[in-house]
């Protein structure tokens, strides 16, 4: 096999330290899930998976039925459920599958009710984010007669927003939902709802981006002291150049040395999800030595800027800061995750 010139570094202990301090804010009384849709924000699914099932996690969530059949066979302890519900063309997979769909509308429900009566589904409510979910009219009009609803949940539009009025807004229609509609247990908040307040809990939290190492709300002090980076990235040095004063680096000349430099040339770039705003906030270490973008990104290359001292050389190894919070702006936390490509040799520790 051909070694990759790109690593991706997984830190396995912090993964599992943030499901732990996610679990704790969820409040004793509700269990904590984990979202591990776009193949677990793009550090490997069935790796996120062992890992936080290993630590107690016993209920996941993914968004399609290629994305279940991806984490087969799938542990008989272990609850998966598959967020975009059932369509007419998913019903083969559905049905010989153990996960269970979160079915989003009337016709999904009458599909499921007239394929697999007697078998446990989930259910979305829309409390105001107009995304997927019943109306709430549909949630208390009887449709649900019948089914054997494992989870009734719904999706909070401005968590990480702690002031926002929709949050209580949609708590209260959720608590008044919660009374009427019988399940097995009820589910309202993800990574930022859990970091809001234990009342968003229920009986299951769904977090996602805080077990990646992102925070819900950058600058809080507890959740920047108590979520930890899972992921870094580490890129091979292609050549080391000497560049004059005056002359450019990369396309569109956007960076002209203003005194004698050198500069190592990477194998990252945009399509390795090293996306060009990222070339504002990003750098490279070389040791203890901070090592700044210089240039515009490319598709499979950057440069950086050595500063003096740094002893850096073709085929060496240099960290690419990684730290969500830090990089998040123009592109958000969750882009910056799942646009992370192929290329990478995903290396968990």
């Not at 490319?298 to 050389?313: C, F, H, K, R, T």
Request: charged share 20%.
């Amino acid at each position: 096999m051909i070694p990759s010139a790109l690593r991706l570094i997984l830190d396995g202990d912090a993964l599992v330290s943030n499901w732990h301090w996610l679990a704790h804010r969820s409040g004793g009384g509700a269990a904590c899930g984990a979202a591990v849709k776009a193949d677990g924000y793009g550090l490997g699914a069935r790796e996120v998976v062992k890992r936080l099932s290993a630590a107690g996690c016993r209920d996941f969530f993914v968004a399609t039925w290629a994305e279940a059949e991806a984490l087969m066979p799938w542990p008989e302890a272990l609850g998966l459920s598959v967020l975009h519900g059932v369509g007419a063309e998913d019903m083969a997979a559905a049905l010989a599958s153990p996960a269970r769909p979160v079915l989003n509308s009337a016709a999904q429900i009458a599909r499921w009710k007239d394929a697999a009566p007697g078998r446990p589904c989930d259910v979305m409510v829309d409390t105001g984010i107009n995304r997927l979910g019943l109306t709430v009219r549909e949630a208390r009009s009887g449709l649900l007669d019948a089914l054997k609803l494992q989870t009734f949940m719904s999706h909070l539009a401005c968590a990480d927003e702690p002031a926002h009025e929709m949050n209580e807004r949609q708590l209260g229609i959720f608590r008044s939902l919660r009374r009427e509609v019988s399940a097995a247990r009820y589910s309202l908040a993800n990574s930022a709802g859990i970091c809001l307040d234990p009342k968003y809990a229920f009986g299951l939290t769904r977090p996602g981006l805080a077990l990646y190492g992102g925070i819900p709300v950058p600058g809080d002090a507890d959740q920047e002291a108590g979520i930890r980076p899972v992921a870094r990235i580490e890129a091979r040095v292609l050549q080391v150049r000497d560049v004059s004063a005056g002359q450019s680096i990369g396309y569109g000349a956007t960076f002209v040395a203003e005194r004698d430099m050198r500069a190592a040339i990477l194998n990252l770039g945009y399509a390795d999800g090293y996306l060009r705003p990222l070339a504002a906030k990003g750098f490279a270490m070389a040791g203890d030595l901070r090592c700044p973008i210089v240039g515009r990104i490319s598709m499979d290359l950057m440069a950086v800027a050595l500063p003096a001292g740094a002893d850096v050389g073709e085929g060496d190894w240099l960290s690419l800061n990684f730290r969500l919070p830090d990089l998040a702006g123009t592109l958000s936390q969750y882009e910056l995750l799942t646009a992370l490509g192929r290329r990478y040799r995903r290396v968990w520790r």
